[in-house]
């Protein structure tokens, strides 16, 4: 279509997307990077803080962004990450 | 974020983690799905048995939260086709290494595949024999450096899942520890057939074999995972390559036989009953 | 009614050629200005004529009656007619020999009315001598004539429709319905095109959707259609009757099992401004382009899916689907159909008003296009049929209409009428009354085009409505920032005297443009373009369907913009052409094609470069040389490329041309104009000068041939060679050519020989190069009578000289 389209839909409010709690067990993680790497929405990003462990564990970058796609649960090798769905109560 | 639990606490054995893998390692990916996989299809835990060799992923059954058997290298599924006879109710899975299954334990792969036992193989492949300092094995690739092949492998490895179609496996499957989404559909998929399945999982050993490879980072072996995989189900296994540029993954071959304890039981059923008859 | 004897007498037969002539008085028009008898007798006179006549109307009953009797009472084995012109009465003629038992290539017919009765009015005995001139050309032609067979190419029975709009869906479904196999091959992933968008039809006020998805449904569902959406068309090879087409097939990642229950959509995370509302309503990743799509299974859209690279990293869709339909493995696929006949049904293009500065469009929001506001009205659009100002929600209490954007306009966009722009805002205007009576609307317009069946009608409606319609397009728009209101203000034609309004909401009325990426097809099909960018059809009047390609023809907004009926009426007619093609299974070939003389060839190749129709296959490699015969359509461009002489043109062969050129310069060659002629154009238009009755010089012969890519500059020389004053070249204007693009090597010819005669020191101004359309007659009269003066100061120390040199340097 030559119309290239321009405008911020009219049900752009209205559209809600299920946005995601991430959860980081910091002290198992590892600091393989995979989480961070592989996040569809780049969410997260490691964090300066050391772990029990000497590395940097990951931390949420943008909280609004999380999509729930659980990529970062699925993908850890050390059960370090998690996320749930974010319980609005009409909020976001 | 404090207090949390993880939500597959339930299927990980209490104090065992966190796991002696190492940063980046795939191990971790391979339990995650198999839990993940246990979880979808809401088998009852106290059926299923994990039988593990020799290796770094010979530690997985130490650390599933099921009846487990960490056996001597290379008989994992010798053990596991005995308790597979022992107790056919249990869902006898073999989780072990490129190494331990097919150098040591080839025989006992092919025969068991032959028999078509029902029993269901996750081979863990990191293209080396990780756990005792990175030597070759059967699955190295042709010219890769490792401690006995300082001068580059100059033997070509194996193809698994040609080997396990060939041997007449009724499911076989290769993915990578990238494709966690497909990797835990197929082995929901093993779970809950009948029949020697094989599902390869090529998996990052970073440490290792990717450092000595230049891959030093398990960021980076999965990276080479990412541009190289090609999905390619259904196709053939003897050509499904694996290369610096190409790793053809998929399901290869699913289809239905009767399995090894099914044509005992009724062998002895039918001895018994000819028995009977001329008493 | 005579039966048509099945034996042809042979070509060499043992008592030689036998010619009858009959010179036509055609009433007075011949004979008020040529003295036939004396015609008749000095065609008797000429070698092989065995006899010749005159009559008043040989192409009366009796006039044929007379021409068979005479072919079997005196043996004739070829026939020449001097009458009117062949592109009326050659076919005539051609049965007449049939009947009689004769082959139809063997008859030749000169010119002597349109070409020398009416336009010699005043000049009895030259036009007499011009007469005799030709019946001598047409004699010498004729002794060369063989017969020929016309070749048979089978059709097969299946269509290949391009374009799911309501054009493609209607050609599909009619030529579905009479029995033959259709594909359909649509590029977005639903067939329904335009109309689907649009809310209401004109004049009946008919919800568009309600009327078109049963058709598209009855497509969806039709045994004889097979429905290929999100695919494309790649390479189309063949001819009329035996195409072969590739297409490619797209992956939706949604299987067939796909009931469309929508649950994927609801968990996809990704959303995106949809295409069909465009843009003012979202849709996600995974998505079906509207509500009633057909096919209606949902499709991926990689390009904004999480899921890159094989790795599946968002699994909500596939967990959602109850069905399992999605597979992310889907692979593209490409498969070959081969049909007989194609339809080009590839739809049009709304114009971008965003270059429009002074309209503000993309930087007010409230000024919306035509289409945007269809989406808006519509009840299952993105504001659920509400007329929304895209600024604050609110229904505007106000509204303006802007016509012509982008059309009729020199400098905006395109030249011509988008013909459905003014129905389209009268409708426009009715729809918002009905649903906001206190409305106020204004059009601004600068004609109203309301020409169709019922468009008066509405017309008078939406006035009654108190709709102002106001005659003077607004010069620029501004906004206020305040409101978002917006003020026009230009000129009222009318009452003379400058406006200034204030409506809340401006309607651009968005003109028709030719698809941007029909560059492809038109490419695959050598179809042509008009210059408004449409594809053109083989006769604007007479075959408003067909294109100059046999086999493909065109229906909807990809021939010109258009409404729905015209565009349904269109499809309904190339359907019933190409149907005519499919139910006789076969198409005969005119026998004008070439013939190859193997032992010549070099295979050099430079016949299929100039071949506008790719109908010589050349490998160099295995050294073969094919002529497809059935693409052929015999303009005659090889032959005289050609260096070798290894092609022959059937019926327009080199010895034929040569002969009626040594025939017309027979007598006095220094003061006659030898004029070649393309059929299609400038022998037209030579015509047209004498049904006009337009007076020129008598000492012009014309030559005819199909293109004027035939004129080989063999020809040329050898016309200077036999002392010629002047010679014409003439054919279609360039981009007009009949056969495409053949008149570019005419030119490219002719100015090679305009280099050679500077340089061999002849004037080039003997050499004239003009291009005639079929209506130009008086244009072919200027021209002769400019010729003549070019042929009054030639010397004939100049001709003796350029006989010299030509003969010497000649091929």
């Excluded at chain 1, 959860?23 to 029990?52: A, M």
């Excluded at chain 3, 309209?359 to 035509?370: A, E, L």
């Excluded at chain 3, 070798?644 to 050129?661: N, S």
């Amino acid at each position: 279509m030559p119309l290239r389209l321009w405008r911020k839909p009219l049900d752009s409010e209205k559209i809600k997307i299920p946005e995601g709690e991430v959860h980081v067990l910091k002290d198992r993680c590892k600091g393989c990077g995979f989480c961070i790497e592989f996040c569809p929405k780049e969410v997260l990003e490691q964090s300066e803080e050391f772990n029990i462990k000497g590395v940097h564990p990951p931390q949420v970058k943008e909280e609004t962004v999380c999509i729930l796609c659980s990529f970062c649960e699925a993908v850890c090798p050390d059960f370090a990450i998690f996320s749930v769905k974010k319980d609005c109560k009409g909020g976001c | 974020m404090s207090e949390d639990s993880h939500p597959f606490e339930r299927f990980l054995r209490d104090g065992m983690m966190p796991h002696i893998w190492c940063e980046g390692c795939g191990n971790g990916i391979i339990l995650n799905c198999f839990v993940r996989a246990l979880k979808d299809i809401e088998i009852d835990v106290n059926k299923v048995v994990v039988v593990s060799g020799i290796g770094c992923i010979g530690r997985l059954s130490g650390y599933t939260n099921t009846d487990s058997y960490h056996t001597t290298h290379g008989r994992a599924i010798a053990f596991a086709t005995g308790a597979k006879l022992a107790n056919p109710e249990l869902k006898t899975v073999v989780i072990s290494g490129d190494g331990d299954l097919f150098a040591i334990g080839g025989n006992h792969f092919i025969h068991a595949a032959r028999r078509n036992v029902d029993i269901q193989v996750i081979c863990a492949n990191n293209f080396n024999y990780g756990m005792t300092g990175g030597q070759y094995g059967p699955t190295t690739p042709l010219k890769a450096w490792t401690t006995t092949t300082p001068y580059g492998n100059i033997e070509h490895p194996f193809n698994l899942v040609h080997l396990a179609a060939a041997s007449g496996a009724v499911y076989v499957a290769r993915w990578t520890t990238l494709h966690v989404r497909r990797l835990t559909e197929s082995i929901k998929k093993v779970l809950q057939k009948e029949g020697f399945s094989f599902i390869e999982v090529i998996t990052p050993c970073p440490e290792i074999y990717g450092r000595r490879n230049k891959m030093a980072t398990g960021i980076e072996m999965m990276n080479w995972f990412k541009t190289a995989a090609e999905i390619r189900n259904a196709s053939d296994p003897a050509e499904a390559e694996i290369s610096p540029e190409k790793i053809v993954v998929g399901e290869f071959i699913d289809a239905e036989k009767p399995t090894y304890d099914h044509l005992l039981r009724e062998m002895m059923k039918q001895v018994q009953e000819r028995i009977r008859g001329e008493k | 009614m005579t039966e048509t004897p099945t034996q042809y007498p042979d070509s060499e037969p043992s008592d030689g050629i036998r010619i009858g002539v009959y010179v036509c008085h055609c009433g007075l028009n011949i004979a008020g200005s040529v003295d036939c008898e004396e015609v008749a007798k000095f065609a008797a006179a000429l070698p092989h004529v065995v006899i010749a006549k005159d009559n008043r109307y040989t192409c009366s009953d009796q006039g044929q009656e007379l021409i068979k009797q005479d072919i079997k009472e005196h043996k004739l084995n070829r026939l020449v007619v001097a009458s009117c012109s062949p592109r009326l009465h050659e076919p005539t003629f051609r049965r007449t020999c049939e009947e009689a038992g004769l082959n139809k290539y063997l008859f030749e017919m000169a010119n002597i009315r349109e070409h020398c009765s009416w336009v010699h009015l005043h000049e009895k005995g030259k036009a007499t001598e011009k007469a005799k001139d030709l019946v001598r050309m047409a004699v010498a032609k004729a002794t060369l004539l063989e017969p020929q067979e016309e070749n048979v190419v089978p059709i097969l029975r299946k269509t290949l429709v391009i374009g799911g709009g309501v054009a493609g869906i209607q050609a599909a479904l009619d030529l579905a319905d009479t029995g033959y196999k259709v594909y359909l091959v649509e590029k977005e992933p639903s067939i329904g095109g335009r109309m689907a968008q649009i809310d209401k039809t004109f004049p009946t006020m008919d919800c568009s959707i309600c009327i078109l998805a049963p058709k598209m449904s009855d497509t969806g569902r039709h045994p004889n259609i097979e429905l290929l959406t999100n695919s494309e068309v790649e390479d189309v090879k063949g001819y009329i009757g035996n195409f072969k087409v590739q297409v490619l097939k797209k992956p939706r990642f949604v299987a067939d099992e796909c009931t469309a229950c929508g649950d994927c959509s609801k968990e996809c995370p990704v959303t995106t401004p949809n295409e069909f509302d465009i843009g003012l309503a979202t849709r996600r990743a995974i998505y079906t382009p509207f509500a009633q799509a057909v096919p209606s299974t949902y499709i991926i859209d990689r390009d904004l899916c999480l899921n890159k690279e094989n790795v599946i990293t968002c699994d909500k869709c596939l967990k959602a689907c109850e069905r399992e339909a999605i597979d992310f493995e889907m692979k593209p696929e490409t498969v070959e159909l081969e049909v007989g006949t194609i339809v080009v049904a590839t739809g049009a293009d709304v114009y971008d008003p965003a270059s429009l500065v002074e309209y503000g469009y993309k930087k007010f929001p409230n000024v919306i296009t035509s289409l945007e506001f269809e989406r808006l009205i519509n009840a299952g659009g993105p504001s659920g049929g509400h007329l929304l100002r895209p600024s604050d929600m609110k229904i505007p209490k106000s509204v303006a209409f802007i016509q012509c954007v982008g059309s009729r306009s020199e400098k905006d966009g395109h030249l011509y009428c988008s013909n459905v722009c003014c129905m389209n805002t009268i409708k426009d205007s009715l729809l918002i009354k009905e649903h906001w009576p206190e409305t106020r609307i204004y059009v601004f317009y600068v004609d109203i085009r309301a020409y169709g069946k019922g468009f008066e009608d509405l017309f008078k409606r939406a006035k009654k409505d108190g709709v102002l319609f106001i005659r003077g397009l607004p010069a620029e728009i501004i906004e206020d920032r305040k409101t978002n209101n917006l003020w026009l203000i230009g000129e009222n034609t009318l009452q003379k005297e400058l406006y200034k309004i204030n409506p809340e909401m401006v309607i651009l009325s968005i003109g028709i443009e030719p698809r941007q990426d029909s560059d492809v097809i038109q490419r695959l099909l050598t179809l042509s373009r008009t210059s408004d960018g449409f594809f053109m059809e083989a006769h604007p009047k007479l075959r408003p369907v067909d294109t100059p390609t046999g086999g493909v023809f065109l229906a909807g907004c990809a021939e010109s913009p258009k409404d729905i009926k015209d565009s349904v009426t269109q499809a309904s007619a190339a359907s019933a052409r190409a149907g005519i093609l499919m139910a006789q299974g076969k198409v005969t070939v005119e026998a004008i094609t070439p013939r190859l003389l193997a032992e010549k060839c070099q295979v050099c190749g430079l016949c299929a470069r100039v071949c506008p129709y790719n109908a010589i296959a050349v490998d160099k490699e295995t050294k073969r040389v094919d002529l497809i015969e059935a693409a052929c359509a015999g303009c005659g461009t090889c032959g005289a490329e050609c260096p070798f002489e290894a092609l022959t043109m059937r019926h327009f062969t080199d010895e034929q041309i040569l002969a009626q050129i040594e025939a017309a310069t027979e007598q006095d060659a220094d003061k006659k104009i030898v004029a070649f002629c393309c059929n299609w154009c400038s022998y037209a238009g030579a015509d047209f000068a004498g049904v006009s009755r337009m007076q020129y010089p008598t000492n012009v012969r014309i030559i005819r041939t199909m293109c004027s890519g035939r004129v080989a500059p063999k020809f040329i020389e050898h016309t200077f060679a036999r002392g010629v004053g002047a010679i014409l070249v003439s054919g279609c204007h360039l981009g007009d050519c009949h056969y495409l693009n053949a008149n570019y090597q005419t030119q490219k010819r002719i100015e090679k020989l305009w280099k050679k005669m500077e340089r061999l020191g002849l004037d080039k101004n003997r050499l004239q190069l003009a291009w005639f359309t079929a209506a130009e007659g008086e244009k072919f009269a200027s021209k002769i009578k400019e010729m003549q003066s070019i042929v009054d100061s030639v010397t004939l120390d100049e001709i003796e000289k350029s006989k010299v040199i030509v003969k010497r340097t000649a091929r």
